[in-house]
């Protein structure tokens, strides 16, 4: 079947998209951060990521409960922290910064979503903490695009630039 | 630099129209006449991952305590009632396949009735309705049903270029089995005369596969004394991994 069309996330998705702790899959681990940037370097202050990935030890089955509510007030209250949901999702803010409180997931890497204002179809990218099989079968100059830096323990950098000069390796799955 | 204008505009659309559509029939993330998208698209090509191990041919899942019963109705969300047109949206998310996506989350927003955005950011002369948020989700039924009941949202201006109106549309977001399957969208009114000057619709250049981004007026959906309906049914792009379709 002819699938749906994909248009832009646009600029108003704010108050329907992000939720409390959105980037806070899990707590007690990691922290990934990083900005997004156009093609002219500047932040991108209105994108959202989605993250993706397994747990610890590798799996991916994920677990419904990322955004669960309170069935009084219908408030957003989030993960109850037993269940490992592997879901994430972030808006950037005005300086194009985003952060997310995770556990290094035990395939190598986190899954990308990245939807913007003036993006009409999303893009995906992953984060990788070391090396990789996929890695090095992409021009060393810009591996490196994938690779998180471990900035303090326990606090890993991974900036995305839409375009340019240090554009970001983008994947396709079809 | 002299002012844009829609006649620029309209230039720029019928030198791309049925340009680069492929067999997806997705937009070109490279599509000029949305300003906006000049700085924000890759250069590079995309690189290829054929991996049947790969962490995106599973993804997100969702469940009964994600939404609450209220959630899919958006002119129930205040002490009062919006103002506006009461229709209901309803449809169908497929994968390629044909096979229903059961259980996953749907979610949409909108502007009111009058093309306003409860967003700062959205300043235009038109007014909010304390009646009226405009977000609502749901999950797909066994079958794959979605359904909405709002308001008919109104067109509205934004600065793309001079005289620039968004032709009436909710924003939608749907997950598949596997997060290559994600997608989010606009849905439209059938007969929008915006329709041909906006950018954004006419990046899908495709005139068929710009046809599925407009939903259908369904008489039979249509409740007496009550709401009109729409039917706008969903396929989801992107594979998925077949281990995962199985107790989904």
């Not at chain 2, 929008?192 to 619709?201: E, V």
């Not at chain 2, 007496?224 to 792009?237: A, K, N």
Request: with cysteine; hydrophobic share 35%.
């Amino acid at each position: 079947m002819n699938p749906t069309p994909s248009q832009t996330v646009g600029p108003f998705y704010g108050y329907a998209l992000p939720f409390p702790g959105g980037g806070d899959i899990a707590l007690g681990g990691i922290t990934v951060h990083g900005y997004v940037h156009d093609g002219a370097g500047a932040p991108v202050p209105d994108a959202l990521l989605e993250f993706w990935q397994a747990d610890e030890h590798g799996d991916l089955r994920g677990r419904p409960g990322s955004l669960r509510r309170d069935p009084v007030t219908g408030a957003v209250i989030g993960r109850h922290g037993v269940d490992f949901t592997g879901f994430g999702r972030v808006a950037t803010d005005a300086d194009g910064h985003w952060t997310l409180r995770t556990v290094r997931p035990g395939n190598g890497y986190i899954s990308v979503c990245v939807f913007a204002r003036g993006l009409l179809h999303h893009l995906y990218t992953r984060i990788y903490f070391g090396q990789d099989a996929f890695l090095d079968a992409l021009p060393a100059e810009r591996r490196q695009t994938l690779v998180a830096v471990e900035e303090r323990q326990g606090v890993h950098r991974f900036d995305i630039h839409l375009q340019g000069e240090k554009e970001t390796v983008f994947l396709d799955f079809g | 630099m002299s002012e844009l204008r829609q006649d620029d505009i309209d230039r720029e659309i019928a030198e791309l129209a049925g340009s680069g559509a492929g067999g997806s029939g997705h937009p070109s993330r490279d599509y000029a006449p949305y300003r906006s998208t000049l700085l924000r698209h890759p250069l590079q090509p995309l690189v290829s991952i054929k991996d049947p191990e790969a962490a995106e041919l599973a993804g997100p899942v969702f469940g009964a305590t994600d939404v609450t019963a209220l959630d899919n109705d958006l002119t129930r969300q205040h002490l009062g009632e919006p103002l506006g047109e009461r229709i209901t949206v309803t449809g169908r998310v497929l994968d390629r396949d044909g096979r229903p996506v059961r259980g996953q989350l749907v979610e949409v927003w909108q502007a009111n009735a009058s093309g306003r955005y409860l967003h700062q950011r959205d300043d235009h002369p038109a007014p909010l309705d304390p009646n009226f948020t405009g977000v609502g989700r749901c999950l797909t039924d066994d079958d794959g049903w979605y359904r909405f009941t709002t308001i008919k949202p109104g067109a509205y201006p934004w600065r793309n270029h001079r005289n620039a109106w968004r032709p009436a549309h909710i924003h939608f977001s749907f997950f598949g089995t596997a997060f290559t399957q994600r997608l989010v969208s606009q849905m439209y009114f059938p007969g929008d005369p915006l329709f041909p000057y906006d950018p954004i619709l006419q990046s899908v250049t495709d005139d068929s596969a710009r046809q599925r981004l407009v939903a259908t007026y369904r008489h039979d959906l249509s409740q007496p004394e009550w709401s009109l309906g729409y039917r706008w049914d969903i396929v989801l792009d992107g594979p998925a991994a077949t281990w995962m379709e199985e107790g989904r």
